[in-house]
Nanobody
Framework: QVQLVESGGGLVQSGGSLRLSCTAS????????MGWHRQAPGKQRELVAT???????HYADSVKGRFIISRDNAKNTVYLQMNSLKPEDTAVYYC??????WGQGTQVTVSS
């Protein structure tokens, strides 16, 4: 059974940066696509970015040009580098493993 451990959330001022990490247990990490989603208070969970097993990436329009998703298969870890953060990026960020597993979530708060 895959388990995901997230880290890197926190409080940052508008315009700042944060990097989220998600480390997966289990085997064959490199064979699976991974993603980041987020959920703001009172809103539905939404896709932020995905990365395929081949390293192909996809971003929500709202984060294109500001966020970068990457993976290190040797460390079973996927990253989300978030730059030029805005108050509307405030949410709980969840890592997703294509085996159907979600992380516990990490809070990102961007102050204006």
């Amino acid at each position: 059974q895959v388990q995901l451990v997230e880290s890197g959330g926190g409080l940052v001022q508008s315009g700042g940066s944060l990097r989220l990490s998600c480390t997966a247990s289990g085997r064959n990490f490199r064979a699976y696509g991974m993603g980041w989603h987020r959920q703001a208070p009172g809103k539905q969970r939404e896709l932020v970015a995905t990365i395929s097993s081949a390293g192909n990436t996809h971003y929500a329009d709202s984060v294109k040009g500001r966020f970068i998703i990457s993976r290190d298969n040797a460390k079973n870890t996927v990253y989300l580098q978030m730059n030029s953060l805005k108050p509307e990026d405030t949410a709980v960020y969840y890592c997703y493993h294509n085996a159907g597993v979600w992380g516990q979530g990490t809070q990102v708060t961007v102050s204006s």
